[in-house]
Structure formats: C-alpha cells, structure tokens
T-cell receptor, first 118, second 114 residues
Framework: AQTVTQSQPEMSVQEAETVTLSCTYD???????LFWYKQPPSRQMILVIR??????QNATENRFSVNFQKAAKSFSLKISDSQLGDAAMYFC???????????????FGQGTILTVHP | AAGVIQSPRHLIKEKRETATLKCYPI?????VYWYQQGPGQDPQFLIS???????DKGSIPDRFSAQQFSDYHSELNMSSLELGDSALYFC?????????????FGSGTRLTVV
C-alpha cells in the first residue's frame, strides 16, 4: 500500500518570504500523480499544484512550485513571496494511475499547518 | 463554474440515529469519492463509485452504506451513529480518464453526533 509522510506538523514563515513544505511517499508503482492541497480554516480542500510522475520537469503554478525527486520519492512544495492568505493546512497526496474503470483514491499525508506572520 | 455540492452543510444527530449525506458532482463527472476527516486529521478514504457502481472501498464501517444514482449524485447513509462518527465528510468528483487533474472537493458536511 502507498503511504505519504509529512514530517513537519507545523511551519511558519514571514510575509513575503519563502517556505518549503516536505513530503515523502512510498510506492512500488512507476505511474502515479502527486498533489498538494490547501485547507484553510473554512475546511474547503483546494488543489494547489499537481505533478505527473512521468514528467521530469517540476510543476509550477505562480508562487507555488514543487521539487519532485522520483528516485528519492520526495515531493516538496515551495511557496514564494508568502502571503497572509497562504496560511492553512497543507496536505500532500498520492494517486495511483489505475487502469480500466477504477480510478485510484487519493492517499493523504498527515498535513502541515502553515502560519504566515505579517 | 459549477462545483461539487454537498448537503447539508451541518448536521447534528444523536447517538444511534441515522444520517444521510448527499453529494452532487460536477456535471459530466462520472466518479464520486467519499472521505471522512476527523478533527486535526488527514482525510480518510471511505468509498468511491464509477458509473453508478462501487469502484473502491476503504475504511468504511459496516454501519455506513452509499450509492450513486442514475443522475450521478451520491448518498452516504450512516446508521447507529456513534460519537466517533463526528467528523467532516467530504465528497469529491472527477472524470474518468482525467486522473492527472485530481479531484474537485465539495465544501463538506460537518456531522456532529451528541
């Protein structure tokens, strides 16, 4: 079974600074997808960024980028120019590329609470 | 753009009662997933449906059942409620063949069992 580990229960950053959230995962599969989700106090789950395992290029979405190291099974999220609105719980998630009609469930890490200080 | 709609947003039930949570996926999405998130915990997968048939099953108690209807909406039925069932229940939907895009989550139903 796949597992996702976020070793940082809490992180903090000053506004306008950069912060990196860590995520490692364990899988025996070669094709899969990785995601970072943001969960603000409203508890809504919001997709931040995604990465296909077959792509070597790291994904980037505006101020959010990832460092995907497939061999090391590492998938960290970098938030640049942090804003107060970035404060939230961040979940790393893994999804298998299941074949046929079964599309794999998301397996989540434990989450990292990010605090942004003004 | 249309999102995943969950109802009700909040629900308070007493122990041993029954609750029904509803989920309306994004139009044309054919796959629905249910997750349970306890306080301070990560979401745990319960069950999923593809084209109205159960496609995967996670840590769903036998007291819970779910189905997907012909219009693709889904309902999660929870019986003999226990205090430990108090949680945020998410529904998410996706389109088969678009696995790389992840899911779109609803806003969740907060169930409180007293």
């Amino acid at each position: 079974a796949q597992t996702v580990t976020q070793s940082q229960p809490e992180m903090s950053v000053q506004e306008a600074e950069t912060v990196t959230l860590s995520c490692t995962y364990d899988t025996s599969e070669s094709d899969y997808y990785l995601f970072w989700y943001k969960q603000p106090p409203s508890r809504q789950m919001i997709l931040v960024i995604r990465q296909e395992a077959y792509k070597q290029q790291n994904a980037t979405e505006n101020r959010f980028s990832v460092n995907f190291q497939k061999a090391a099974k590492s998938f960290s999220l970098k938030i640049s120019d942090s804003q107060l609105g970035d404060a939230a719980m961040y979940f790393c998630a893994y999804r298998t590329e299941a074949g046929g009609t079964s599309y794999g469930k998301l397996t989540f890490g434990q989450g990292t609470i990010l605090t942004v200080h003004p | 753009a249309a999102g995943v709609i969950q109802s009700p947003r909040h629900l308070i039930k007493e122990k041993r009662e029954t609750a029904t949570l509803k989920c309306y996926p994004i139009p044309r999405h054919d796959t629905v997933y249910w997750y349970q998130q306890g306080p301070g915990q990560d979401p745990q997968f319960l069950i999923s449906f593809y084209e109205k048939m159960q496609s995967d099953k996670g840590s769903i108690p036998d007291r819970f059942s779910a189905q997907q209807f012909s219009d693709y909406h889904s309902e999660l039925n929870m019986s003999s409620l226990e205090l430990g069932d108090s949680a945020l229940y998410f529904c998410a939907s996706s389109l088969a063949g678009m696995a790389s895009y992840g899911y779109t989550f609803g806003s969740g139903t907060r169930l409180t069992v007293v």
